[in-house]
């Protein structure tokens, strides 16, 4: 066993031997001439005769451009990987005229075989003519539009397809791919992915479809950040509100990735806040916050004059402002927050369970909102006008407050409602959040 082992092993050797040689033999006139040190001139008459005398002996076949053309057109023969080769020889010719030739005219080649169609070929072929100062700006930029151009072809497909479970593996590598590349790349395939999409597609149908990608937070973050920046978006019509609660869908998906905050850069998650409604937008970037029951301009959250339940109490800086804690849920990752007493430093708004949520009863409330030192976990839903606050674990109670009814002197108790009922009780079970970040 161990002879045959052996032998495969010698066998596999000689062979890369011969190709090494076989290669080297086939390279030696170009190496050659380029390690050359005439004049660009001289250098470029020596590819002309090579070339003549190629022709002669019928290595390269049909016309070409020029000779420098042939000479690289022979060295690639199709294969993109041979590109490899001439950038490698290139880079070793004595003088930038020639360089500059060599790299030019191997672009031009290039464009010639299949892979050109694949834009990671091209971002690597582009990564490599960057690290050489000898290359024309305008060779470069030519590479980078192609590039780009190749990049917002292959990502038009999901744009395409009304499918949710489609997958899109090349567009994956892509994305995978420019995860280690600056954002600006991103941002020019995006402005050429978007004008053709939105050329084609309605606005509404771009939005949604958008959820059809998978690259990274950060990728997604940027992606939608540019959709929303289009005119397309802007214009005032009758579909803009459907728009607007689309591109806040998005949004909203991107908020409940519990990597988020770790992943994206703080500037693109301010701008992501930035898109939301305002008492929405309070939760991730105020300090501190005040909440407010909509049905009374002076009714703010926090522990009632007498006893640790909550109450909806004149506005109080200092004891009405509250830190946000935000989490995620275990069973589908979607955002919840808890309210910390900035006053008293610890203590929380939590609601303890109601046996009304699971009984029959109808238009009751249950006073079960306390100042408590356990942290209480709410989910927020956000409706025009506000907020509104249920509990986390069951979301079968809703905050709600402003009542006189249930009020008890000095005591305007908050309470709790079946969140069935919440359409009875709209007013009553909605809340402003307010920037109570100077509060002392």
């Not at 959709?227 to 998906?253: F, G, H, I, K």
């Not at 937008?281 to 501190?288: D, G, M, N, S």
């Amino acid at each position: 066993m161990a002879v045959c082992v052996w032998l495969l092993l010698v066998l596999a050797l000689s062979a890369a031997l011969d190709i090494g040689r076989s290669y080297s033999n086939n390279s030696s006139k170009l190496l050659a001439v380029l390690n050359a040190s005439a004049p660009a001139s001289e250098v470029l008459f020596h590819i002309d005769v090579w070339t003549g005398e190629a022709d002669m002996a019928g290595a390269l076949r049909g016309p070409a451009a020029s000779n420098l053309e042939s000479v690289i057109r022979s060295e690639v023969s199709g294969d993109w990987k041979r590109g490899q080769v001439v950038l490698q020889l290139a880079n070793q010719a004595r003088t930038p005229e020639l360089k500059r030739a060599i790299y030019t005219g191997l672009w031009k080649e290039l464009q010639q075989t299949k892979q050109i169609y694949d834009p990671l070929k091209i971002f690597d072929f582009y990564d490599q003519l960057a690290l050489n100062s000898d290359v024309p700006p305008a060779l470069l930029e030519l590479v980078h539009r192609a590039f780009i151009s190749r990049s917002a072809q292959l990502m038009e497909a999901p744009f395409h397809t009304n499918s949710r479970t489609a997958t899109f593996p090349l567009v994956d590598s892509l994305l995978h791919r420019l995860t280690f590349s600056a954002l600006d790349y991103l941002r020019d395939i995006l402005e050429a992915l978007y004008d053709a999409v939105l050329a084609l597609e309605t606005p509404l149908s771009v939005v949604e479809r958008l959820g059809n990608f998978t690259g990274s937070l950060t990728q997604l973050a940027l992606a939608n950040l540019q959709l929303l920046q289009r005119e397309e978006l802007t214009r005032e019509d009758a579909s803009a509100e459907v728009l607007d609660l689309a591109m806040q869908d998005n949004l909203r998906r991107l908020l409940e990735q519990p990597n988020f905050e770790q992943e994206v850069d703080a500037s693109l998650r301010q701008q992501i806040y930035a898109q939301l409604p305002l008492d929405e937008q309070l939760l991730y970037t105020a300090r501190k916050v005040c909440i407010r029951n909509v049905t009374d301009s002076n009714a703010y959250i926090y522990e009632c004059p007498q006893t640790y339940l909550i109450c909806s109490n004149a506005r109080d800086p200092k004891k009405a402002a509250y830190y946000v804690q935000r989490g995620h849920s275990l069973n589908d990752s979607r955002p919840q927050f808890a309210f910390y007493s900035a006053f008293w430093r610890n203590r929380y708004i939590l609601m303890e369970p109601s046996p009304l949520a699971a009984s029959n009863a109808t238009n009751a409330i249950t006073k079960n909102v306390y100042s408590r030192a356990n942290i209480s976990w709410w989910r927020v839903v956000y409706r025009n006008g506000g907020v509104s606050f249920y509990d986390a674990a069951t979301e079968n109670s809703v905050l709600c407050g402003g009542d006189p009814i249930h009020f008890d002197g000095l005591e305007r108790h908050v309470y709790t409602r079946k969140a069935s009922e919440f359409a009875a009780h709209r007013a009553e079970c909605t809340w402003s959040v307010e920037d109570c970040s100077d509060a002392a």
